[in-house]
């Protein structure tokens, strides 16, 4: 979640629950009744798509990043953005450890590249999807 630490510093601890309660809301309308999401650190979350091409994984982070930048999230009245890194097994890992630590280098490079992009760190090449 990009800039989760000011919203939290801005709002106060009972705003930052608020505030993670209605973007996680906004994560599980976009998930399929396989897929699973979870809070990974204070404002990180994994997204874990099963039985999913790299193409419709691509198309998944898009549709949900345009999803939270358009959302006014009501008690705050503002919006926010998300940085996404992609990781596919096993095709860009050998086992979870390295898929976590490939997602976790594409958050970054999303991140490095002005935040609000996705990014996926190809075991080849990596450039921004």
Not at 19 to 30: A, D, I, S, T, W
Not at 53 to 79: G, K, N, P, Y
Request: hydrophobic share 40%.
């Amino acid at each position: 979640i990009d800039n989760y630490k000011r919203i939290a510093n801005t709002y106060g601890g009972d705003a930052r629950v608020a505030f993670m309660r209605e973007f996680g809301g906004l994560v599980k309308r976009h998930l399929r009744a396989y897929d699973s999401a979870c809070r990974y650190g204070a404002d990180e979350i994994i997204i874990m798509l099963p039985n999913t091409s790299v193409d419709e994984t691509v198309h998944f982070a898009a549709t949900l990043c345009e999803s939270i930048r358009t959302h006014t999230f009501t008690e705050f009245d503002m919006v926010s953005t998300v940085s996404c890194g992609l990781a596919v097994f096993p095709d860009d890992a050998e086992d979870m450890e390295d898929l976590i630590l490939s997602t976790k280098h594409s958050v970054f490079e999303a991140q490095r590249a002005g935040r609000n992009k996705i990014f996926r760190n190809e075991l080849e090449a990596s450039q921004p999807v």
